[in-house]
Structures are given as C-alpha cells and as structure tokens.
C-alpha cells in the first residue's frame, strides 16, 4: 500500500508539472499571438525624393541621373529598394509589411525609402583627387489619410575614394550605384541593422526631433566650400547624422528634421511621379544643436612628422516645446588626433573635425543618458 501510495503521489505530481508546462506553453502562444495579430498592417510605398518633384534634378543630380527605368520598366532605385524590402519583410518584425496594390482610403499606413540628401564633395590634395560622397535617407511611415509622418528612421552613409585623375560624373554615378545596390551594400546594411525599431507608433507616444541646429562662424574655415556656401545644407547633415545615432544608441520615435518649424512639411516624390506632401506633427520633445567650431592645435613636432589635436565644439538643448521646459542644456566638445607627416603639404580637415563631430554626438547622447532628468522624462517616454 505504501508503494503505491508514494507511485500515485510521484503520478499526481508529474501530472501537476505537465499541466503546468503546457498552461505556460498556451499563455506564452497566447501572448505571442496576441502581439502578432496587435502588429499593424503597413503597404510598402515604394523609393521617394524629398522636396519638389521640380526641384529633384538639381537637389539629387547624380541620384537623379542614376535613377532611370530598367528592364522591366521601372526606375533603378525604386526597383532595388522594392526588391530588398521584398526579401526582407520578415525582418520588420514591428509590423505586418505587405506588398500590392492598395486603395489610399483602405491602407493609411505606407512605408517609403526617401533620399533627403545628397552631397558630392570633390577636391584636389597635391597630385591627387578626392571624393566623398554623403547620402541621407529617411526610412518612413507615412499616413496616407491625414498626410502625416507617423515616425521616421534616419540612414546616413559615405563612400571616400581617391585617385590620379578627376572623378567625372559618370565616376560618381558607378561609385553611388554600388552604395546603395546588392544585399551587402551601405544602405541596406544601414536599414537591416535598424529593422528591428522601424514601427508605426501610438497616437499616445511621446515623440523626439532634432528641431534646431545653427553652425558658428568658427566651424567655416574646415567645410568644404560647397558647404560654405549652404550651411543650410550642412545643418540637414548635421541633424540627421545626429539622429541616427541617438536611434541607434537609445532606440526612440523620432520625427524628421524640419528646415522651418512654423512651415513643418515634407514634400516627397514617388518613383511613378506621384507628388505628395505630408505634414510633420509638432513633437513631444526637442533637440537643439548649436555646432559652435572647430578648433586645432599642435601637439608635438618632430622632423618628420606633426601631431594635430581637432576639436569640435557643440552646446545641446533638450526641451519640450509646448511649455518650454528645459531638461538639458550642456556644452560638448571632444578630440581626435591627426598625424600629419613633414613631407605632407597639405591636409584634408574635413573628415578629422567630422569624426570629432561624431565624438561630440556620442558624448551628447551619454549624456542624455546620465542626467537622470532627461533619461526618465524624455528619453524613456520616447522609447520605441
């Protein structure tokens, strides 16, 4: 009797122990298929220019040039960004991306692959020539029935060559394909690697955005003069590098950066010549960036060679716009060093105070992170 008392009671807890696995199993699956079905739908729109379709030639001449109908019809980049975003789909795990036609009225939610930026700066050192070329994206979703951006991921990335000969336009071109063609290129490492934060946000949401961001005098005289010229343009650069940063270090729902807040809109243009322009909802929070210069100094100096110290110099300002709350208002700087040999004539010093703007952004970022005010007031209620 004793044996089979113990065997019933070993009986009764193995069956205990298998109902409670397959209870967690059923609520884990619930759970599971519950998040599944909360996923919203998402249409693919399709490859965007920013700006006046008018304007598109002049704004993006190489992307425009390079943008012309393949094979099958359609433009070059609408076809590789329709294609990687196809092969992809289970990646944007967020939401519930989906292909084909759909009415406007029926499918609010689109997603659209926008150029923002284009820069093509070509300069020549000595004996040879340099190229850098800059390519700011926005990775969007877009509400087609109120004409609003839903929440933006912005994608910066460059390509530095140099060589004997004077790069051409034709040079340009060959050299921009490759960086936003095939799986492993620039562009769709950049989106892949943010795959998993691209979502449609709540209406409840807090939101962030760059809002702010003027260039000092002292930071002039290390732009290239295409730069010099359009600070403006450089400020677009220096907003959407900054955001993609802090989205890829702290994850939150950002708004895209607007030239002029009291006119927040942005114009794209769609690879079928559809132009549509979407209003930029005014955001729970800001970021202000005051880029104030660049600074050098000379380390050390031997016979052969010179040690050079480049600083970038910045303030930050992270605010709520609505009641002009300030949670950050701090000075930045950081360093890096060039080495610079004594049969070296000249130097080319805008990618050195780049990669100490870099540093600063980072520094920034930390620092948003550290000051427990910002962190849990803004940076939290922002997260994806």
């Known amino acids: 009797m004793g044996k089979c008392t113990f065997q019933s009671a070993c009986i009764s807890r193995l069956v205990s122990k298998a109902c409670k696995l397959w209870c967690a199993i059923f609520i884990f699956t619930s759970i599971a298929a519950t998040a599944e079905s909360n996923k919203q739908d998402v249409y693919y729109g399709g490859f965007a220019f920013c700006g006046k379709a008018s304007d598109a030639d002049k704004n993006f001449p190489i992307a425009s040039s390079l943008n012309t109908p393949t094979d099958d019809g359609t433009p070059f980049l609408g076809r590789v960004a329709r294609e990687f975003f196809k092969k992809n789909e289970d990646r944007f795990s967020r939401m519930n991306l989906q292909f084909g036609s ?15 930026d284009e820069k093509v ?6 004996d040879f020539h340099k190229l850098v070329i800059q390519l700011n994206f926005e990775i969007l979703i877009l509400n087609f029935k109120e004409l609003e951006v839903v929440s933006s991921q912005p994608i910066c990335i460059e390509f530095i060559d140099a060589g004997k000969e004077p790069f051409d336009d034709a040079a340009v071109s060959e050299r921009m394909k490759k960086m936003v063609e ?18 449609p946000r709540s209406k409840n949401q807090c939101t962030l ?3 702010q961001v003027s260039i000092g005098e002292k930071a002039l005289p290390f732009l290239p003069e295409l730069l010099r010229q359009d600070t403006n343009a450089y400020a677009q650069t220096v907003a959407q590098q900054f955001g993609s940063l802090l989205t890829s270090k702290v994850g939150v729902a950002l708004l895209p950066y607007a030239k002029d807040e009291l006119n927040a809109k942005m114009a794209l243009v769609f690879s079928d010549g559809s132009a549509v322009q979407f209003k930029i909802p005014a955001p729970t929070f800001a970021v202000d960036l005051d880029v104030k210069g660049f600074k050098k100094v000379l380390d050390k100096s031997t016979d052969a060679e010179s040690l050079w110290i480049y600083g970038a110099f910045l303030d930050i300002r992270v605010y709520e716009p609505e009641f002009n709350i300030v949670y950050l208002d701090a000075p ?29 952004f980072v520094s920034a970022i930390e620092q948003m992170q550290k000051d427990k005010n910002t962190n849990e007031k803004v940076l939290k209620k922002c997260a994806l």
Do not use: W
């Not at 759909?102 to 923002?116: I, M, Q, Y």
């Not at 700066?121 to 000595?126: A, G, M, P």
């Not at 799986?183 to 490492?189: E, G, N, R, V």
């Open 102 to 116: 759909a009415r406007r009225e029926d499918t609010p939610l689109v997603l659209a692959l926008a150029l923002t």
């Open 121 to 126: 700066l070509r300069d020549e050192f000595n």
């Open 182 to 199: 095939g799986a492993d290129s620039q562009l769709f490492t950049a989106i892949l690697a943010k795959a998993e934060q691209i979502q």
């Open 209 to 211: 955005q760059v809002r």
């Open 332 to 360: 930045v700087k950081y360093g890096v060093s060039k080495v610079v040999p004594a049969t070296q004539k000249s130097v080319d010093e805008f990618p050195v105070v780049s990669e100490a703007l870099k540093g600063a």
